[in-house]
């Protein structure tokens, strides 16, 4: 592994259901991140952890969880799943979570909810 | 509320140099980034602003101005492959980046 990865690559999900969308990285940053892009909107922060075994909440966190278990892995679940989270979701990872915290993503997960 | 502007899209040819501004409103600032994304890549970094002035890095150079909250992100010597989108985005004072939607650069020969 080299960077962040991300699984799976895309998902085509029925409403209603569970999803865990899966981040590791290897680079042993300290803050991770996830965001959801969507077409003429910025990224969004959903769920944010700037250490293993602390998570915040970005500015679009309903309907998402996140678990920061140990320093490589950052998944994120959507315990409902409903079209509005149909998006392009990135992972991201920083060495540190305070001034100049260049970000580094992950190939991103295209979720579709139907 | 917290707001970042940047143009929908533009258009430039290649050779020729472009500039692609940024304004933007947040609750505190510690700094600008700039992430160039190719059409269903990730975003990679650019650059980062934190005190007034041009940085300068081969050809791409990005500018700041806090009092007027404003920046540019300005390419040199286009080629086609700088065909993508331009993301702009600032570290607000709970160290969080605030994106702008981003500014997708079309490149015609």
């Known amino acids: 592994i080299a960077g962040i990865t991300q699984a799976p690559t895309s998902q085509i999900l029925a409403a209603g259901r569970r999803m865990t969308l899966r981040c590791t990285q290897d680079?042993?940053?300290?803050?991770m991140y996830w965001y959801r892009q969507d077409l003429g909107l910025g990224l969004r922060l959903i769920h944010y952890s700037n250490t293993a075994g602390t998570t915040g909440k970005g500015e679009v966190p309903d309907g998402y969880s996140v678990s920061r278990a140990n320093t490589d892995d950052f998944p994120l679940t959507l315990a409902s799943a409903v079209p509005s989270q149909t998006s392009v979701y990135f992972c991201?990872?920083?060495?540190?979570?305070?001034?100049?915290?260049?970000?580094?993503f992950g190939p991103g997960t295209r979720l579709t909810v139907l | 509320g917290q707001n970042i502007d940047q143009p929908t899209e533009m258009t430039a040819t290649e050779g020729a140099i472009v500039q692609i501004n940024c304004t933007y409103q947040?609750?505190?600032?510690?700094?600008l980034f700039w992430y160039q994304q190719h059409a269903g890549e990730a975003p990679t970094f650019l650059s980062y602003n934190v005190l007034d002035g041009l940085e300068e890095k081969g050809r791409f150079s990005s500018f700041l101005s806090r009092s007027k909250g404003y920046s540019y992100l300005l390419l040199k010597e286009l080629q086609m492959k700088d065909s993508a989108s331009y993301l702009c985005a600032v570290l607000d004072s709970n160290y969080q980046l605030i994106w702008g939607a981003g500014t997708k650069l079309i490149i015609k020969p």
């Open positions: 947040t609750s505190g600032f510690n700094g």
């Open positions: 680079m042993r940053h300290n803050a």
């Open positions: 991201a990872s920083s060495d540190s979570s305070g001034v100049y915290n260049e970000q580094f």
